[in-house]
Structure formats: structure tokens, C-alpha cells
């Protein structure tokens, strides 16, 4: 274990009450030492995501303890051990994740959840490439089983889930149709790979969708948004389409007339990336080898819209949460 004397002093943000992020502040508050089976982390970088900001909010379906530090996914190096973990970890550049700990300068997380990254990523890209990535390869792997030739209709294209459903989709051989607010989000969703784009806000959404897959209905959706996104999305299916609920980040979850999966021989489909985890562990860390493998072949690219000092942790939150941006919102620390 590192000598106590070694170990730099570390600020992070914590929220003392649910609310808006300017109540929250930025004081000392260092972790300590590693516990057994634990690490303690310097951390570089931490991604800021619309949950995120729920969760520090309250309005989230999962309620931390108070006072907590916000903040669920993060890279920086190992800088002590418990009893228990290799030494030989201490140095190690990583990324981890889970339910707090990441808008600070250090953390203590349990081993398991400190994955090394290779030399050829930074640490704001480790920061948001877990989690988001993740997901969408359980999602359309495990989940919806896609196959190479298949049409992929990605709601939300510009956010986090969007955009990595985008990356991965296409690695896996599928054809792309993005569905976004804003020309910038459209723009970036073709940069990065969709075969085609449509206005989520269109009148004529639907049709816009079966005109962008030559008149035909998709194989998949990818929903992240919920709301009044997902009835039309699922109504656009083909016959064994499979609709992927990951979250809802329209503002409501939405009820589905159930004579639609009837109708079109569909599926409905959940993906929690938290609960795979935990229940298939082994399954979730040969996920993450073969993401870490299609990354060093060049074709992951997770975007940043803005980075930001931790001292600007309340704009940063302000704008993961405006949702406008074009890419992903990401605090720097410690160099």
C-alpha cells in the first residue's frame, strides 16, 4: 500500500442536498487510503451525462445517500492499493465507473471497477467510452443479436448512447439511419458513420425513416429517449424487429399499445448495462475486450463537444443537461 505522506490532497464536488448545480461545492475531500480489494484513483478526467445531472437532481429512478460527490464515469491512473490488489497496479492508467465518485481528484473504488486502457487513448476519451460503448454493444450483440446487413434506426443519435450505437452498429455491419434534433447533431451522426440522417422533429417522421432505408421498415431501434419517441419508432419496425428501451431521456416513459408487438411479430427489448454486469460478468468483461479491440482498429471515435475545469463543474452540468451540444461535456483534473 502507498504511504499515506505520498498521496496528493483532493477536492471534489458534493452535493449535500438534491437541487440545481450551483448549490453544489467544491471543498476538500480526500478519499484516504485503500481499503482491502480497493484502489485508490487520481482522476483526470470525468464525462458529464444528462443521468448524471438527474442523479444530483433527485429525479433519478436511483437514489444515492447524502452527501455524495456526482459523477459515474472517469479515467485517471492508479496511485495506491488495498490488501489484496497487485502492487504492481499502482501506475496504472484506467477508467472505471459507477454511482458516484467521479467529479473530484480522487477517488477510492473497488478494484474491479479499474480497467486499464491502452497507450493509444487519452484520458477524456476513457472518461466517456465505458459506459456509453458498452451499452450499445450488449445492447445490439446480446440484446437484439444483430446481424451484418440488418437496418439500425438510432434515436438520439447526437447524445452519448446515440452516438456510440452509431460507431458500433457500423462496425458490426449494419446500416445506419440517425434520427437527431438539430443539424449539428445530424451532421456529426453522419461524420461518424450513419448511412443517413433524418430531423427528429420532422412532420413526417415516419416517412422520412422509410424513405431513408429505401422504402423498407428497420430491423432495430436504438431508444435512449423514451417519450414520444418510441411509438413511432416502434411502429416503423419490419416483421422480428426489436426495439431496444436503454433509457428515456425525453423527459417521460411512454406506454406502447401492446397489439403492436402482435402485429409485427416485434420485440420489445430492456438493456441495463448495470444489472448485465453484475449478473454476467464475464460476458460484460469479453464485451469490453472486444469494444478496446474494434477501438485500436481505429473505428471508435467518441466525441467531445467541450471540456471544462473541474472549477466549472456547474456549467458543465448546465450543459450536459441542455442537451444542445454535439458530443460529449467532459471536467479536467490534475493536468
Known amino acids: 500500500m502507498t504511504a499515506e505522506s505520498s498521496l496528493s490532497p483532493a477536492r471534489s464536488v458534493v452535493v449535500d442536498a438534491f437541487g440545481e448545480p450551483e448549490t453544489f461545492t467544491l471543498k476538500e475531500n480526500d478519499p484516504g487510503l485503500p481499503g482491502p480489494g480497493k484502489v485508490r484513483m487520481r482522476i483526470h478526467a470525468a464525462g458529464v ?10 429525479l433519478y429512478q436511483l437514489k444515492p445517500s447524502l452527501p455524495f460527490i456526482p459523477g459515474s464515469e472517469f479515467s485517471g491512473v492508479i496511485e495506491a492499493v488495498g490488501d489484496g490488489v497487485d502492487p504492481a497496479r499502482v501506475g496504472q492508467r484506467v477508467m472505471a465507473s459507477g454511482m458516484g465518485a467521479a467529479f473530484g481528484e480522487a477517488a477510492v473504488i ?12 487519452d484520458f477524456p476519451t476513457a472518461a466517456i467510452f465505458r459506459v456509453s460503448y458498452a451499452t450499445v454493444y450488449h445492447a445490439l450483440v446480446q440484446r437484439a443479436t444483430l446481424k451484418a446487413g440488418e437496418t439500425v434506426l438510432v434515436l438520439g443519435a447526437g447524445g452519448a448512447v446515440g452516438y456510440a ?6 462496425a458490426l455491419g449494419a446500416r445506419v439511419i ?25 412532420q413526417t417522421w415516419r416517412d422520412d425513416v422509410k424513405a431513408a432505408n429505401g422504402g423498407k421498415p428497420v430491423d432495430v431501434v436504438v431508444d435512449p429517449v423514451g417519450g414520444d ?28 399499445p401492446a397489439n403492436l408487438a402482435l402485429l409485427k411479430g416485434a420485440a420489445l427489448i430492456g438493456v441495463d448495462i448495470r444489472q448485465f454486469g453484475e449478473y ?16 485500436g482498429q481505429g473505428k471508435l471515435h ?20 441542455g442537451g444542445k451540444l454535439a458530443g460529449r461535456v467532459v471536467l479536467t483534473m490534475n493536468g
Open 178 to 202: 440517425a434520427s437527431a434534433s438539430s443539424q449539428d447533431k445530424r451532421d456529426l451522426a453522419l461524420r461518424g458513420g450513419a448511412d443517413a440522417a433524418v430531423d427528429s422533429g420532422s
Open 110 to 121: 473497488p478494484a474491479k471497477l479499474a480497467l486499464p486502457i491502452p497507450d493509444s487513448m
Open 49 to 58: 451525462s444528462y443521468v448524471d445531472v438527474l442523479v444530483a437532481q433527485g
Open 302 to 321: 467518441p466525441p467531445i463537444a467541450r471540456t471544462y475545469p473541474l472549477e466549472q463543474f456547474a456549467a458543465a452540468m448546465a450543459d450536459a443537461k
Open 229 to 256: 419517441a418510441t411509438e413511432p419508432a416502434f411502429r416503423s419496425l419490419a416483421w422480428n424487429g426489436r426495439h431496444l428501451v436503454i433509457g428515456f431521456a425525453g423527459g417521460y416513459i411512454p406506454k406502447l
Open 165 to 170: 450505437a452509431i460507431e458500433v452498429a457500423k
Open 280 to 295: 454476467e460478468p464475464e460476458k460484460a468483461s469479453e464485451n469490453l475486450a472486444a469494444l478496446l479491440d474494434i477501438h
